[in-house]
């Protein structure tokens, strides 16, 4: 995606990438609207309207704060992370859709900060139909190497700061999780940091997203797997009460 983000650009995407699941909802709705009018069935309709409408308007409405609103593509907080931290070769992985180097290498240009980006993507195990839209819209980015998600074509102890935004919760399992944090931990720098930024799965995202917080994982889930890959947390914070920020050495 282009640095300059438009101020709907975030909430856009999503719809794009999610449109039968938005479409379903709106259909629900109308259809309740409708049997909204029978005596018999108004209960019926009544929670279809405002089932499907408190989808529409509250994952809409969160998507529309998270991506568009904060500070989370405004790099403020990236910024406090890398105060205290080596910086030169930074390395951001991806699982298909890369909306951030773009952005990062305008934020943090060379020669000063020396970029590489990782596409993981592998349709194999990442079936998801919402991937495969964001791919067929946002190629990867010139340069992007493709790499398996456990043997990157990356040096040992040769990364200052490895990234991970929004994209590692497209590795389902525990062990292939496990198997990027390993990776991410061999490539990692003497003082280098491990940055994740992710939804998880908790009552805040349940209220957002209802049973779409499923397709994220629980803080615990995270914790085992950069532990299973030998990394530990340094810090964490929200960046609303939606996504979370891991700092990882």
């Given at each position: 995606m282009s640095p300059e983000r438009g101020k709907w650009?975030?909430?856009?995407?999503?719809?794009?990438?999610?449109?039968?699941?938005?479409?379903?909802?709106?259909g629900l709705g109308l259809t309740g609207i409708f049997a909204g009018s029978q005596p018999a069935v108004i209960e019926t309709g009544t929670l279809l309207v405002f089932g499907s409408g408190y989808f529409l308007l509250g994952s809409l409405g969160v998507s529309h704060w998270v991506y568009?609103?904060?500070?989370?593509?405004?790099?403020?907080?990236?910024?406090?992370?890398?105060k205290d931290t080596p910086t030169g070769n930074m390395l951001l992985?991806?699982?298909?859709?890369?909306?951030?180097?773009?952005?990062?290498?305008?934020?943090?240009?060379?020669?000063?900060?020396?970029?590489?980006?990782?596409?993981?993507?592998?349709?194999?195990?990442?079936?998801?139909?919402?991937?495969?839209?964001?791919?067929k819209l946002f190629p990867p980015?010139?340069?992007?190497?493709?790499?398996?998600?456990g043997q990157w074509p990356v040096g040992s102890a040769s990364m200052?700061?490895?990234f991970g935004l929004l994209a590692i919760h497209e590795l389902r399992t525990h062990a292939e999780r496990a198997a990027w944090?390993?990776?991410?931990?061999?490539?990692?720098?003497?003082g280098g940091r491990v940055v994740i930024a992710e939804h998880v799965r908790d009552a805040a995202n349940l209220l957002a997203f209802g049973p779409g917080f499923l397709h994220?994982?629980?803080?615990?889930?995270?914790?085992?797997?950069?532990?299973?890959?030998?990394?530990?947390?340094?810090?964490?914070?929200?960046?609303?009460?939606?996504?979370?920020?891991?700092?990882l050495n």
């Open positions: 650009d975030g909430m856009w995407a999503i719809v794009r990438f999610n449109w039968p699941f938005y479409a379903v909802a709106l568009d609103c904060s500070e989370l593509y405004r790099w403020s907080w990236l910024e406090r992370i890398l992985c991806h699982s298909g859709f890369d909306e951030a180097s773009a952005a990062l290498r305008v934020k943090f240009p060379s020669p000063q900060f020396r970029w590489r980006v990782l596409d993981h993507y592998d349709p194999a195990i990442m079936t998801e139909a919402s991937i495969r839209r964001a791919r980015t010139p340069g992007t190497e493709p790499a398996n998600f200052d700061v490895i944090f390993a990776e991410a931990r061999r490539c990692l720098a003497p994220f994982h629980s803080v615990t889930a995270w914790r085992k797997s950069w532990e299973a890959g030998g990394l530990t947390s340094d810090r964490h914070f929200r960046i609303t009460p939606f996504v979370r920020v891991f700092v």
